[in-house]
C-alpha cells in the first residue's frame, strides 16, 4: 500500500465512530470603531512604521521625497512618475540586492492589526522586489482600509499569492529586545492617500 | 547539551539538572513574564476573545473530525495549482523525499524556515547525512544551531541564551560555515541581528532550494500559510527556484475562510503583537513569481495515532502558538530542554505521548510534568484542555506499565494504606505511629511551611522520591481520633 493509502486509512480507522458534525460559532466582529483610517495610521505607526498621509496630487511629490537619493526598484505598474526609479525586470535576487528602495501599492489595508496586505498584482510586483532592498515604500489607498482581518480574507483571491506586512521585519530573539529589520526591509513607509 | 534530544533522560532528572542553573532560570522567568504581560495586555484588547476562542476552536475541531475528506480535497486543490504532493507515514519517509527532491536539483544544501515539523522528524541530521547541509535561517535558530544546541522554546528557541553567549557563538562558529561575524561584534542586539542578516543573505542569495512548514493548510483552495516576524521566511519561500514544505496532515483547515479566527487568535497569543510583521501564503506554482517548483510533504508521524485518541485528539488543534509554556510553572522553572523534545512544555507534556505512546521512560515521565493548575488551558487560543488530557495520559502511563515494572514504593506504600484504612483498630494503630512520627519529624524537620507547620526536607530511603521534589509537612503529633477521645469531639473544650 501507498504512504498516501495508509495514511487515509489510518485516518479513517482513528475517526470510526466519531461524528463530524461539529458546531462551528461564527468567529465574532470587532466592535466598529468609527474613523477606520486613524485607526489604520495609528496602528501602523504602532509598529514602527513611518507613517505620511497625503492627498491624491501629492503622492508622487511625497514618495521623491522619502525616496531621496535612493536606487528604487518599481513594479511594473505602479503609476507614478518616479525619476531614476528602474522598473522590475524579472531581476536575481543579486541584482535586487544592489537596489536601496522599492515603491509599491497594496491591495488591501486592515486597520485593527495595522497590516497592508500586497497580492502582488502588476501595481505591487513579484514578491521579491518587496523583500531585499531596504527600504519598501507602500502606497496604500484610503479607499483600500478595511476593519479587521475576516474583511481583508473576504477580499483576497487565495489564489494569487498573498504577503501581509505589519511594521518592518523585526526580531526579539536576542533577550526579547525587539530589532528592526532582520532580513526584510528595515524601514516601512506606508503613504496614505486620501 | 548536544544537539540531539535522542536518549534524553527523563523528565524528573533533567528538571532536577535544569532547576540548578540559576543563569537558565533567570532568563526563562525573564522572558516568559515578559511574553505573558504583552499577551494579556493585546488579549484584552478583544472584546469577544472568549468568543474568538470557541471559533478557532470549533474550525480546527471540525477539520481534524472530517479529516480525511480534508485531506483529498487539499490534495486536489495543490495539485490543480501546480504543486506536487506527498505523502510521508513517518519520519524517515518524510526525510527522504526531501533528500531526493533536494538531489534531484544536484545541490548539497538548503535554506529553511523554523519549522516545528522538520525539527520533530530530524530532517536536518538525516540531510546532512546525506551530505546536503541545511542551513536554519531563523535568528534563534541560527543560534541554537551554531551553538550546536537544542532549542528550549517553541516561539523563542534560544531563549536560554544571553548576549555575551550569542556573540560568543557568532565569533566562534560563523566563519565555519559561511560569511563569518565581524571581528568588531559587539553584543549588542541590533550588531549582532546584522551580523545575521549578513551571513544568511550570503546564503538566501544563492539557495537553490527551501524548505519549509506551513501553520495552516487550507483544503479548497490548497493554500499554504507562513506566520513569521524577521522575514527569513519570506526569503527561503520567495527566492529559490524549488519550494518543498513539510506540513503536519492536522494543518488542515477546511475553507479560506476558517482562517479568520486563527489569524486573529496566533499572533496575539503568541508574540502579543496584534499581528505579525510578516504572514506569507501560496497557493501552488505562480508564474514569473517565486519558486517554479512546488512540493508539499503531508506528514502522519504518530498523528493518526493521536487523532484515535478520544480525549487526546485535542491536541491536534494546536497551531503552536506557546502560550501555554509562557504561563506554566513548570516550563518557567526548568526551561525546554527537560522535556527531552521538540515540544516542551504543557503541550509537549501530552503531545509526545500521543504522538509517542507511553512505552518509553522519557515520554511516559511527560504528563507528570505538570502541576494540573489549568493555566495552560486558560491561555490556549484553541480551548485545548491540557489538564484533562494530561490526567488521562497518566492513566495510559500507569496502565502501560502495570505489568513490566517492579512495583513502585508508591504503589507498595498504597497497598499498606488500604489494609490499614480497611479495619479500625489497625488504623487507631497506625495513627499513633504516626502522631509518633510527627513528633520525632518535627523536631528534627530542616523546613517550615507557611503557616509554621514543621516539614521535613528530603527523607532517605524510598521516600526520597517524593520529598525530592516537594516539603513534607511533619503529621500531628495527635490524630483526630485521639483529641475526639480525649475531648469529646471538643464538648470538654480541651485545646492541648
Ligand atoms: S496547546 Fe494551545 S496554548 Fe499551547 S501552543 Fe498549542 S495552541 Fe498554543
Not at chain 1, 111 to 137: M, N
Not at chain 1, 152 to 178: K, Y
Not at chain 2, 216 to 243: I, K
Not at chain 2, 409 to 433: G, N, P, Q, Y
Amino acid at each position: 500500500m501507498s504512504a498516501r493509502d495508509d495514511i487515509l486509512r489510518d485516518v479513517r480507522q482513528a475517526l470510526a465512530g466519531v461524528s463530524p458534525a461539529v458546531d462551528v460559532p461564527p468567529a465574532p466582529r470587532a466592535p466598529d470603531r468609527g474613523g477606520l483610517v486613524a485607526l489604520f495610521l495609528e496602528r501602523v505607526e504602532d509598529y514602527r512604521a513611518v507613517v505620511t498621509r497625503c492627498a491624491a496630487d501629492e503622492v508622487e511629490q511625497v514618495v521623491r521625497h522619502v525616496l531621496g537619493p535612493a536606487r528604487a526598484v518599481v513594479p511594473p505598474a505602479l503609476g507614478l512618475d518616479l525619476p531614476g526609479a528602474i522598473v522590475d525586470d524579472g531581476f536575481t535576487a543579486t541584482e535586487l540586492d544592489a537596489y536601496d528602495a522599492v515603491v509599491t501599492r497594496a491591495a488591501v489595508g486592515i486597520a485593527e492589526t495595522g497590516t497592508v496586505v500586497l497580492d502582488h498584482r502588476p501595481d505591487q510586483g513579484r514578491r521579491a522586489i518587496t523583500l531585499v532592498p531596504d527600504l519598501h515604500v507602500c502606497v496604500v489607498d484610503a479607499g483600500q482600509v478595511v476593519a479587521d482581518v475576516p474583511d481583508a480574507i473576504a477580499l483576497l483571491d487565495p489564489a494569487r499569492p498573498l504577503t501581509w506586512i505589519s511594521g518592518p521585519s523585526a526580531t526579539s530573539d536576542i533577550e526579547l529586545d525587539r530589532v528592526e529589520g532582520v532580513h526584510g526591509p528595515r524601514t516601512l513607509h506606508v503613504v496614505l492617500v486620501g | 547539551m548536544t544537539g540531539t534530544f535522542v536518549g534524553m533522560p527523563a523528565f524528573p532528572t533533567a528538571a532536577r539538572q535544569a532547576l540548578g542553573d540559576t543563569q537558565l532560570r533567570r532568563n526563562l522567568a525573564h522572558a516568559t513574564h515578559v511574553i505573558r504581560d504583552k499577551r494579556a495586555k493585546v488579549v484584552a484588547e478583544v472584546e469577544d476573545w472568549e468568543e474568538l476562542r470557541l471559533a478557532g476552536a470549533g474550525v480546527k475541531e471540525a477539520a481534524l473530525r472530517d479529516l480525511a475528506t480534508h485531506l483529498e480535497t487539499l490534495e486536489a486543490s495543490l495539485v490543480r495549482a501546480g504543486a506536487t504532493v506527498h505523502w510521508a507515514r513517518d519520519a524517515e519517509e518524510a526525510c527522504a523525499i526531501v533528500a531526493e527532491v533536494t538531489k534531484a536539483h544536484g545541490v548539497d544544501e538548503v535554506v529553511k524556515v523554523k519549522s516545528m515539523a522538520t525539527a520533530e522528524i530530524g530532517l536536518n541530521e538525516a540531510l546532512e547525512a546525506e551530505g546536503i547541509a541545511a542551513w536554519e535561517t531563523d535568528l534563534a535558530e541560527l543560534i541554537v544551531q551554531l551553538g550546536d544546541d537544542l532549542p528550549s522554546h517553541i516561539l523563542v528557541p534560544a531563549i536560554h541564551r544571553n548576549r555575551a553567549e550569542i556573540r560568543e557563538i557568532f565569533l566562534r562558529r560563523m566563519g565555519d560555515v559561511g560569511r563569518p561575524a565581524p571581528a568588531d561584534l559587539t553584543d549588542e542586539p541590533a550588531v549582532l541581528a546584522a551580523a545575521a542578516r549578513a551571513h544568511l543573505r550570503e546564503k538566501f542569495l544563492r539557495a537553490r532550494v527551501a524548505v519549509s512548514g506551513a501553520n495552516f493548510a487550507v483544503a479548497d483552495t490548497g493554500t499554504l500559510v507562513v506566520v513569521e516576524s524577521e522575514g527569513n521566511g519570506r526569503m527561503c519561500l520567495t527566492l529559490p527556484e524549488v519550494l518543498i514544505s513539510v506540513v503536519g496532515i492536522e494543518k488542515v483547515v477546511a475553507t479560506w475562510a476558517d482562517l479568520d479566527p486563527l489569524l486573529r487568535l496566533l499572533p496575539r497569543s503568541s508574540t502579543g503583537e496584534r499581528m505579525n510583521p510578516y504572514t506569507s501564503t501560496w497557493s501552488g506554482v505562480t508564474p514569473g513569481d517565486g519558486p517554479q517548483e512546488v512540493h508539499v510533504v503531508l506528514l502522519d508521524n504518530g498523528r493518526t495515532r493521536a487523532l484515535a485518541d478520544d480525549v487526546g485528539r485535542q491536541a491536534l488543534r494546536c497551531i503552536r502558538c506557546s502560550a501555554c509554556l509562557n504561563v506554566c510553572p513548570v516550563y518557567e522553572r526548568v526551561g525546554g530542554h527537560a522535556y527531552g523534545s521538540v515540544y516542551p512544555g504543557p503541550i509537549g507534556a501530552i503531545l509526545n505521548p500521543l504522538l509517542h505512546g507511553v512505552s518509553d521512560e522519557q515520554t511516559a515521565s511527560l504528563p507528570y510534568a505538570s502541576s494540573l493548575c489549568g493555566a495552560c488551558f486558560e491561555v490556549c487560543p484553541v480551548r485545548i484542555d491540557i489538564p484533562s488530557v494530561l490526567v488521562d495520559q497518566r492513566a495510559a502511563v500507569v496502565d502501560y506499565h502495570r505489568a513490566d515494572r517492579v512495583p513502585k514504593a508508591e504503589a507498595v506504600a498504597m497497598k499498606a494504606a488500604s489494609w490499614a484504612f480497611s479495619d479500625s483498630r489497625r488504623l487507631r494503630t497506625a495513627e499513633r505511629a504516626s502522631g509518633l512520627a510527627g513528633r520525632v519529624l518535627g523536631r528534627f524537620s530542616r523546613t517550615t511551611l507557611p503557616g509554621g507547620r514543621a516539614a521535613a526536607g528530603r527523607l532517605p530511603g524510598p521516600a526520597a522520591g517524593w520529598t525530592g521534589a516537594r516539603d513534607l509537612p511533619a503529621p500531628p503529633e495527635e490524630s483526630f481520633r485521639d483529641w475526639w477521645d480525649r475531648t469529646d469531639g471538643g464538648r470538654d473544650g480541651g485545646a492541648r
